[in-house]
Structure formats: structure tokens, C-alpha cells
């Protein structure tokens, strides 16, 4: 218990800290980075078998002289594809008017191959978009937008979308702009002709997601991983890379129209077409990118043949899309590294060995995030680690600052400021009642109480002076001493006892008195009581009526409240004195009561002053 407290705290408050940074989203640049990095160490899965990218090459253009390439080219390459037979011929080449000659060659194949895939660019709030050729029907379209996160890294697929609704409507409409329509895009649509192929059926599950045979393909949010408010319009998945440069086979387009190519790299696949030149501006950083010197950026058209071949292997493999924990799974994720790095912190006090244990425990976290990663699991590696090491370290650091005589000191001031300070300390107590127990003004008091018992057994009363012997009245004494016992005066005995030590205080259970205690004053009450309880013994007795002057106890219980509170906050509070009996017990005398009261009267004036003198003191 005296460990778990302390260290639930320290774990709750860096988790918490942890939890904020990432919610402001200043942990998103170093966890995209992680992701990065595990994309990079995956296993390469090598070539698709099911697809084929025909590149356009620098090469290809120096050869055909030919910038940007013409119709007539793109429709004798088209042509020769399918005399081998493609499952899907996919130009990722805008045509959004001819190019050169051979324009009308170009839309005839379309036209003749309903599997053959025209592309375009959607349209924005300001910018109308790059239109398909006008001749395509909208089934053979798909457009070839791609998602760029900050930092121009391309980490996730759009899958469809529906074009905003324009600030003013375009001058020209066509299907890439119409808001009334959704968009598949052109991996998409390629991978769904593919599948129609192999008897697969698409669809949406009641709750909207993406059917594709029995897979369902969840779309992600704006907080999905390490993401925080990313843009997530369309319908977007995690784009999982299956290698850096050898995703799909590829053959150039001179290679193509040559007759080059082997028909088994055709028959059956998802062909695509586009440009893998610099020229074309048309290629993108990647995940790989930090980690190459030299073609750091991917061909878009490789792109789009990256994400069909995930889809791919999702439907037809059974490859689980790339997921994520919710998140209370996250929490208790880093909560509990949190926890872990905390008990090695405290536990661990060889400097050596605490670096070694914290090191290993880190590569811990990564070994196990990357594991799961590699079975398609996105999980928290970076929280989970500065939890780990913030926990670990700074409970190190609270450990060496308590021990420290500064942190002491430090500890004390703020208990102090917070009022946390409850316990008593009992030397101090002890210390303070002796002095006042020892005092001249006590050890006359007890010398008076001695003198009272003196009397009392003489059947003479002093109160510091000389006092007639109490005959008593019509009533005899002994009738008088059954009628009043000694314990009515037991409230008195509290403030005119000899020094008795303080009770023993027991460590464990002691209780520390509070603002609420009685404090040793509510005696007066009792000695009210007492009073009004002699008062009614004596009207009993047939005593005659006399002025007993007991009524001044009401004064006095009213003096003592406010002294009560006037003791209430001081530090530390004692406990009452007490006699072991009674000190007289007496038949009723008018003048012996009143000097009997005076007595009194003056004992408490005498004891107040003595604590105002005490008080001012220690102020």
C-alpha cells in the first residue's frame, strides 16, 4: 500500500501527460514517423502475380519522340494487350482532350472493351477538375487523386469520394465534378472488375462499411493511430505497402508495342498503364522514402497497383487490413507500461542497472509493436514508450529529491501550506505540559487542593484563608453527605487535579485530537448540571431557601466557551487534570458557599490569564 499509492499516481499523471501531448496532436510527426519505419522493416512480399504495370520511361519518349505520349501510341499499346487476353487494362494517362493523332483509335478500343479504365482528376471547392474522355461511359472510369499528409508522405488510399458541392458552379460539368455522384477510384475500380471476374461480390454492411466478398473493409477516422484531425473525406483505408520497389512486375511501353512481352504476364492480370518518368511529375514519397538515397519518390501509376494489390490480397489471401486497438485498448496500453516503468524505477537503485532495465524495456515496447505489426496491427509504440521512460524516470527523480535535505525541507513547507500536518508530535506535547504543570502557579494550586483535603478531615474548610467550621443546618451532616456525593464535584476535580502524566499513546490507531474536541473545558457544563442537580436534592430535603450563588456557573460555562475557542487552533492541546477523589464534601453554609464560590471565581480568572500568558508567548 505505501508503494502502490504513490506509483498509480506518478503512472496516471505521465500517462495523462502522454495522453494530452497526443491529443493536441504533438506526438503525430514522430508516431507517423514510427509507422514509417515499420513499413520500412516488413518482410518483402515481392511481385504481384496478379498484376502488371506497363511504364512509360524517359527512354520510351527520347524513342518515340514523343511529349506527352500521343493517342495513337497509347491505343496500339491498348491493342496489343489484349490480344493476350488482360483482366482489366487500366490507362492512368489523362486524355482530357486528343493527343496527336490517333484520338478516335484511342476511343475506339474503349469503346470495344468495357474493362478497359479511363482516369480523371476530381474536382475541389475552386478548381472544376480534369474530365475523363468525354466518350467513356462513368463504369470505366476512375479517377486517380491520391491523399498526401503533411510532410508529402502518402500513407493511405481513398477508396471513393463524392466531389464537394463548387462556390459557384463550374462552367463545365462533367463526371468527375458532378456532386451527385460517387467517385471509385481507379485502383478501386480496377481491383472490383478484377473481382467480378472470380464470381466476387461487392457491397455495403448496414452500418455503410465497404463489403467485398466476406471481407469488410472498415474505413479509417480522423483520429485513427497516431493520426489527429486528418482529413478523412471519401472513404479512406491504411495503405499497406507490400515491398519498396518490387510491388508488382513491370515492362515498358516500348517493350509493349515491340511485342516484347510474354503473353503469361497479361492473360488474366490487371494491367496498367502510366508514366514512371520524373518528367511526368506524377510520383510520390513513400514511407520508404527516408530510407533511400536515389528514387526516393514512387510512380503514381505503382501506387495505384500497390493499393489493388492490398485489396487483393485482403479479399482473395485473407490479409488482414491494417488496424488499430479502439481506444480504451490504447489506454490501457500505455497505462500499464506506465505502471511497469514506475515499480522498475522504484525498485531499481544501481544507476547501471536501472539504464540497462529502462533500455530493455523500451526495446521491448518496439519489439512487441513491431511484431504486431507485421500482422497488421497499428499499435501506440510511442506513447507507450515515453510513458515508459517519463514513469521510470521521474519516479527516480521524486525518489532522490525526497531523500535529499532540500526535498525535505521542501516536503514540510508544503504539508504546512496544505495543512496536511495532523500528526502530534508527542515529545513537543510532552515538553509543553511539563512546563506548565511545573509551574509556581500550578504547584500553589495543588498546595491550596492539599490544604482543602486537610480540612476536609478536620471538618474545617480552607480556601486560602480562614473559614468557620460548617455546622451545618436543621439538616446533619451525614444526611447532607448521602445527598450530595463526592462525584458532584468531580467536573471541579478537572481543573484543580494534581499533575497526572499524559495517557500513552499508542503508535498505531492513536487519534489526533481536532478542531471539534472538547479540548478539557466542557467541564463547566457537567459542573452546571452538578448544580442544578444539588439544588434539587437540597429543595427535597426541606432545606430553607437559601442564595446558594450556584447560578454563577452559567457565567463561567460562558467564559469557558469563549476561551474554547480561543484554545480551539493552538498546538498542542492537553489533556485534563484529574484528582483521584473528591476534595470536600460539606453541608451548605451560606458564607462558606460564597467564599467557596469566590474561590473558584478566582481560580479560573487566574488559570485564564495563565493561558492567554502561555498562548502570547508561543505567538
Given at each position: 500500500m505505501r508503494l502502490a499509492r504513490p506509483l498509480l499516481a506518478a503512472s496516471l499523471l505521465v500517462t495523462?501527460?502522454?495522453?494530452?501531448?497526443?491529443?493536441?496532436?504533438?506526438l503525430e510527426l514522430v508516431e507517423l514517423t514510427a509507422y514509417d519505419h515499420f513499413m520500412q522493416r516488413q518482410p518483402d512480399l515481392g511481385p504481384d502475380d496478379r498484376l502488371l504495370v506497363v511504364g512509360i520511361t524517359e527512354t520510351d519518349l527520347q524513342t518515340l519522340k514523343e511529349w506527352p505520349v500521343s493517342d495513337r501510341s497509347l491505343a496500339r499499346a491498348v491493342a496489343e494487350l489484349q490480344r493476350h487476353e488482360p483482366a482489366v487494362v487500366a490507362v492512368d494517362i489523362l486524355r482530357d482532350f486528343p493527343q496527336g493523332p490517333g484520338h478516335?483509335?484511342?476511343?475506339?478500343?474503349?469503346?470495344?472493351?468495357?474493362?478497359?479504365?479511363?482516369?480523371?482528376?476530381t474536382s475541389s471547392r475552386d478548381d472544376l477538375g480534369t474530365p475523363p474522355p468525354s466518350e467513356v461511359v462513368a463504369d470505366q472510369v476512375g479517377f486517380a487523386d491520391l491523399v498526401i499528409d503533411p510532410g508529402g508522405i502518402l500513407r493511405r488510399s481513398l477508396l471513393m469520394v463524392t466531389p464537394p458541392q463548387p462556390d459557384r458552379p463550374f462552367p463545365k460539368q462533367h463526371h468527375c465534378n458532378n456532386p451527385n455522384h460517387t467517385l471509385l477510384s481507379f485502383g478501386f475500380r480496377s481491383t472490383l472488375l478484377y473481382l467480378q471476374a472470380q464470381g466476387v461480390e461487392a457491397g455495403f454492411t448496414e452500418a455503410g462499411e465497404l463489403r467485398l466478398g466476406d471481407q469488410v473493409i472498415s474505413p479509417i477516422g480522423?483520429?485513427?493511430g497516431g493520426y489527429r484531425n486528418a482529413d478523412t473525406a471519401g472513404y479512406q483505408v491504411l495503405l499497406h505497402y507490400r515491398s519498396e520497389s518490387r510491388a508488382v512486375p513491370m515492362v515498358s511501353l516500348l517493350d509493349v508495342l515491340e511485342g516484347r512481352v510474354k503473353p503469361e504476364l497479361v492473360r488474366d492480370r490487371i494491367v496498367m498503364v502510366g508514366y514512371t518518368t520524373p518528367q511526368s511529375k506524377d510520383d510520390f514519397y513513400t514511407p520508404f522514402s527516408s530510407s533511400r538515397r536515389d528514387k526516393q519518390k514512387m510512380p503514381g501509376v505503382v501506387v495505384h497497383a500497390q493499393s489493388a494489390s492490398q485489396l487483393l490480397g485482403i479479399v482473395l489471401d485473407g490479409k488482414p487490413l491494417l488496424w488499430v486497438w479502439p481506444l480504451p485498448a490504447e489506454l490501457l496500453w500505455i497505462l500499464a507500461w506506465s505502471v511497469l516503468g514506475g515499480g522498475l524505477g522504484w525498485y531499481l537503485r544501481h544507476p547501471a542497472a536501472f539504464a540497462l532495465v529502462v533500455v530493455s524495456g523500451a526495446g521491448v515496447i518496439y519489439a512487441v509493436s513491431l511484431a504486431v505489426?507485421?500482422?497488421?496491427?497499428?499499435?501506440?509504440?510511442?506513447?507507450?514508450?515515453?510513458?515508459?521512460?517519463?514513469?521510470?524516470?521521474?519516479?527516480v527523480l521524486l525518489d532522490r529529491f525526497n531523500n535529499s535535505a532540500y526535498g525535505q525541507q521542501v516536503y514540510r513547507k508544503v504539508k504546512t501550506l496544505l495543512h496536511l500536518d495532523?500528526?502530534?508530535?508527542?515529545?513537543?506535547?510532552?515538553?509543553?505540559?511539563?512546563?506548565?504543570?511545573?509551574s509556581d502557579y500550578f504547584r500553589d494550586l495543588q498546595d491550596k487542593v492539599k490544604t482543602l483535603r486537610e480540612g476536609e478531615s478536620t471538618g474545617e474548610s480552607t480556601f486560602g484563608q480562614t473559614v468557620p467550621k460548617w455546622s451545618g443546618d436543621t439538616v446533619s451532616s451525614q444526611g447532607n453527605s448521602d445527598a450530595y456525593p463526592d462525584d458532584n464535584l468531580d467536573a471541579l476535580n478537572l481543573l484543580l487535579a494534581p499533575e497526572v502524566p499524559p495517557p500513552a499513546r499508542s503508535a498505531v490507531g492513536a487519534k489526533a485530537p481536532t478542531a471539534g474536541d472538547d479540548d478539557g473545558l466542557?467541564?463547566?457544563?457537567?459542573?452546571?448540571r452538578d448544580a442544578q442537580q444539588f439544588k434539587r436534592q437540597r429543595a427535597q430535603a426541606a432545606a430553607p431557601p437559601t442564595d446558594d450563588g450556584l447560578d454563577f456557573l452559567n457565567d463561567l460555562n460562558r467564559d469557558a466557551q469563549r476561551l474554547k475557542q480561543t484554545l480551539r487552533g493552538e498546538e498542542p492541546r492537553y489533556s485534563p487534570?484529574?484528582?483521584?477523589?473528591?476534595?470536600?464534601?460539606?453541608?451548605?453554609?451560606?458564607?462558606?458557599?460564597?467564599?467557596y464560590i469566590d474561590f473558584i471565581d478566582q481560580e479560573i480568572k487566574k488559570l485564564k490569564q495563565c493561558i492567554r500568558e502561555q498562548t502570547s508567548q508561543k505567538v
Amino acid at each position: 500500500m505505501r508503494l502502490a499509492r504513490p506509483l498509480l499516481a506518478a503512472s496516471l499523471l505521465v500517462t495523462g501527460v502522454t495522453l494530452g501531448l497526443r491529443y493536441l496532436g504533438w506526438l503525430e510527426l514522430v508516431e507517423l514517423t514510427a509507422y514509417d519505419h515499420f513499413m520500412q522493416r516488413q518482410p518483402d512480399l515481392g511481385p504481384d502475380d496478379r498484376l502488371l504495370v506497363v511504364g512509360i520511361t524517359e527512354t520510351d519518349l527520347q524513342t518515340l519522340k514523343e511529349w506527352p505520349v500521343s493517342d495513337r501510341s497509347l491505343a496500339r499499346a491498348v491493342a496489343e494487350l489484349q490480344r493476350h487476353e488482360p483482366a482489366v487494362v487500366a490507362v492512368d494517362i489523362l486524355r482530357d482532350f486528343p493527343q496527336g493523332p490517333g484520338h478516335a483509335e484511342l476511343i475506339r478500343q474503349f469503346v470495344q472493351h468495357p474493362t478497359i479504365l479511363a482516369t480523371c482528376k476530381t474536382s475541389s471547392r475552386d478548381d472544376l477538375g480534369t474530365p475523363p474522355p468525354s466518350e467513356v461511359v462513368a463504369d470505366q472510369v476512375g479517377f486517380a487523386d491520391l491523399v498526401i499528409d503533411p510532410g508529402g508522405i502518402l500513407r493511405r488510399s481513398l477508396l471513393m469520394v463524392t466531389p464537394p458541392q463548387p462556390d459557384r458552379p463550374f462552367p463545365k460539368q462533367h463526371h468527375c465534378n458532378n456532386p451527385n455522384h460517387t467517385l471509385l477510384s481507379f485502383g478501386f475500380r480496377s481491383t472490383l472488375l478484377y473481382l467480378q471476374a472470380q464470381g466476387v461480390e461487392a457491397g455495403f454492411t448496414e452500418a455503410g462499411e465497404l463489403r467485398l466478398g466476406d471481407q469488410v473493409i472498415s474505413p479509417i477516422g480522423p483520429d485513427t493511430g497516431g493520426y489527429r484531425n486528418a482529413d478523412t473525406a471519401g472513404y479512406q483505408v491504411l495503405l499497406h505497402y507490400r515491398s519498396e520497389s518490387r510491388a508488382v512486375p513491370m515492362v515498358s511501353l516500348l517493350d509493349v508495342l515491340e511485342g516484347r512481352v510474354k503473353p503469361e504476364l497479361v492473360r488474366d492480370r490487371i494491367v496498367m498503364v502510366g508514366y514512371t518518368t520524373p518528367q511526368s511529375k506524377d510520383d510520390f514519397y513513400t514511407p520508404f522514402s527516408s530510407s533511400r538515397r536515389d528514387k526516393q519518390k514512387m510512380p503514381g501509376v505503382v501506387v495505384h497497383a500497390q493499393s489493388a494489390s492490398q485489396l487483393l490480397g485482403i479479399v482473395l489471401d485473407g490479409k488482414p487490413l491494417l488496424w488499430v486497438w479502439p481506444l480504451p485498448a490504447e489506454l490501457l496500453w500505455i497505462l500499464a507500461w506506465s505502471v511497469l516503468g514506475g515499480g522498475l524505477g522504484w525498485y531499481l537503485r544501481h544507476p547501471a542497472a536501472f539504464a540497462l532495465v529502462v533500455v530493455s524495456g523500451a526495446g521491448v515496447i518496439y519489439a512487441v509493436s513491431l511484431a504486431v505489426f507485421f500482422q497488421g496491427g497499428w499499435i501506440p509504440v510511442v506513447p507507450a514508450i515515453l510513458s515508459f521512460l517519463g514513469t521510470a524516470v521521474g519516479v527516480v527523480l521524486l525518489d532522490r529529491f525526497n531523500n535529499s535535505a532540500y526535498g525535505q525541507q521542501v516536503y514540510r513547507k508544503v504539508k504546512t501550506l496544505l495543512h496536511l500536518d495532523i500528526e502530534i508530535d508527542e515529545d513537543k506535547l510532552e515538553k509543553q505540559v511539563a512546563e506548565i504543570t511545573e509551574s509556581d502557579y500550578f504547584r500553589d494550586l495543588q498546595d491550596k487542593v492539599k490544604t482543602l483535603r486537610e480540612g476536609e478531615s478536620t471538618g474545617e474548610s480552607t480556601f486560602g484563608q480562614t473559614v468557620p467550621k460548617w455546622s451545618g443546618d436543621t439538616v446533619s451532616s451525614q444526611g447532607n453527605s448521602d445527598a450530595y456525593p463526592d462525584d458532584n464535584l468531580d467536573a471541579l476535580n478537572l481543573l484543580l487535579a494534581p499533575e497526572v502524566p499524559p495517557p500513552a499513546r499508542s503508535a498505531v490507531g492513536a487519534k489526533a485530537p481536532t478542531a471539534g474536541d472538547d479540548d478539557g473545558l466542557d467541564f463547566l457544563n457537567d459542573l452546571n448540571r452538578d448544580a442544578q442537580q444539588f439544588k434539587r436534592q437540597r429543595a427535597q430535603a426541606a432545606a430553607p431557601p437559601t442564595d446558594d450563588g450556584l447560578d454563577f456557573l452559567n457565567d463561567l460555562n460562558r467564559d469557558a466557551q469563549r476561551l474554547k475557542q480561543t484554545l480551539r487552533g493552538e498546538e498542542p492541546r492537553y489533556s485534563p487534570f484529574t484528582l483521584e477523589d473528591a476534595f470536600c464534601c460539606c453541608n451548605d453554609t451560606s458564607k462558606a458557599t460564597s467564599l467557596y464560590i469566590d474561590f473558584i471565581d478566582q481560580e479560573i480568572k487566574k488559570l485564564k490569564q495563565c493561558i492567554r500568558e502561555q498562548t502570547s508567548q508561543k505567538v
